[in-house]
């Protein structure tokens, strides 16, 4: 019985994972849903592409919450380009959000927002200061110029596998950190950070954008999962009526 009242507390207080579908999610440019809305193909390997996806309402800022994705880029020109973010914004376009594509990767002009790069062609932005495939963040829609000429990122092979990331956001901190690995084990040690200021809002749509410029590639989504941790005082109301039932299992019992 203790066991099944420790799940049962964690399965109302952090919530059920959103996985396995994208059913519902909403795409713009070249973003479409394929294998039965398992996968969202944010480009193919055309030129000059812009894609963006997604889900379904906002996510509160007030709390903890944790997402996991994976994703491939494969099959382009050049050597792919030129990448993807996931992307957290509250701009006016909403779930119509979209950028341009080529080296701006189809996140350009997103305002009130922060994204997590996976860039994977130098186009002498920011974003791209560290040689080669890498991740960075941006934010506010500008990936030209958002840190001053200062080198942000960190190098890592993105192409012709599966990667898996994570991001982490702290309402304590006001802070998302992402992680990120060729396994779908979470790594100890956390990729890149940024202050969730930038939004300026209490609420955020969650969703990814791409784009190929005169290089290309299939750059897809595979899965995605959002958790939440809801107010501590949600999980407080829920104890009396949980030890109700734990109660009436024993009567069941005798």
Same mark, same amino acid.
């Given at each position: 019985?203790?066991?099944?009242l420790?799940?049962?507390v964690?399965?109302?207080?952090?919530?059920?994972?959103?996985?396995?579908?994208?059913?519902?999610?909403?795409?713009?440019?070249?973003?479409?849903?394929?294998?039965?809305?398992?996968?969202?193909?944010?480009?193919?390997?055309?030129?000059?592409?812009?894609?963006?996806?997604?889900?379904?309402?906002?996510?509160?800022?007030?709390?903890?919450?944790?997402?996991?994705?994976?994703?491939?880029?494969?099959?382009?020109?050049?050597?792919?380009?030129?990448?993807?973010?996931?992307?957290?914004?509250?701009?006016?376009?909403?779930?119509t959000?979209?950028g341009?594509g $080529?080296?701006?990767?189809?996140?350009?002009?997103?305002?009130?927002?922060?994204?997590?790069?996976y860039?994977?062609?130098d186009?002498?932005?920011?974003?791209?200061r560290?040689?080669?495939?890498?991740?960075?963040?941006?934010?506010?829609?500008?990936?030209?110029?958002?840190?001053?000429?200062n080198?942000?990122?960190?190098?890592?092979?993105?192409?012709?596998?599966?990667?898996?990331?994570?991001?982490?956001y702290?309402?304590?901190?006001?802070?998302?950190?992402?992680?990120?690995?060729?396994t779908?084990?979470?790594?100890?040690n956390?990729?890149?950070?940024?202050?969730?200021?930038?939004?300026?809002?209490?609420?955020?749509?969650v969703?990814?954008?791409?784009?190929?410029? $005169?290089?290309t590639?299939?750059?897809?989504?595979?899965?995605?999962?959002?958790?939440?941790?809801?107010?501590?005082?949600?999980?407080?109301?829920?104890?009396?009526?949980?030890?109700?039932?734990?109660?009436?299992?024993r009567?069941?019992r005798?």
């Amino acid at each position: 019985m203790a066991r099944l009242l420790a799940a049962l507390v964690l399965f109302v207080c952090i919530g059920p994972a959103h996985a396995g579908t994208f059913t519902g999610w909403s795409t713009n440019g070249s973003a479409q849903l394929i294998d039965g809305d398992d996968t969202i193909s944010l480009t193919e390997p055309v030129i000059f592409e812009a894609g963006s996806a997604w889900s379904p309402g906002q996510v509160s800022l007030a709390n903890d919450f944790s997402v996991a994705f994976s994703f491939t880029l494969y099959g382009g020109s050049n050597g792919g380009a030129d990448g993807i973010t996931i992307t957290f914004q509250n701009s006016a376009a909403g779930l119509t959000a979209l950028g341009a594509g $080529g080296g701006v990767i189809g996140y350009s002009d997103i305002d009130h927002s922060v994204a997590f790069v996976y860039d994977t062609f130098d186009n002498g932005l920011d974003t791209d200061r560290v040689p080669g495939p890498n991740t960075s963040v941006a934010y506010d829609g500008n990936l030209v110029n958002p840190w001053g000429g200062n080198t942000v990122g960190t190098a890592y092979a993105l192409r012709e596998k599966v990667i898996y990331a994570w991001i982490d956001y702290s309402a304590a901190t006001q802070a998302f950190t992402s992680y990120i690995s060729d396994t779908n084990a979470k790594p100890a040690n956390a990729d890149m950070s940024i202050d969730s200021s930038y939004i300026g809002s209490s609420s955020v749509y969650v969703g990814f954008t791409a784009g190929t410029g $005169g290089a290309t590639d299939n750059q897809e989504i595979l899965s995605f999962s959002l958790t939440e941790v809801p107010e501590p005082g949600t999980c407080a109301l829920l104890l009396p009526a949980l030890g109700a039932l734990g109660c009436a299992a024993r009567r069941r019992r005798g």
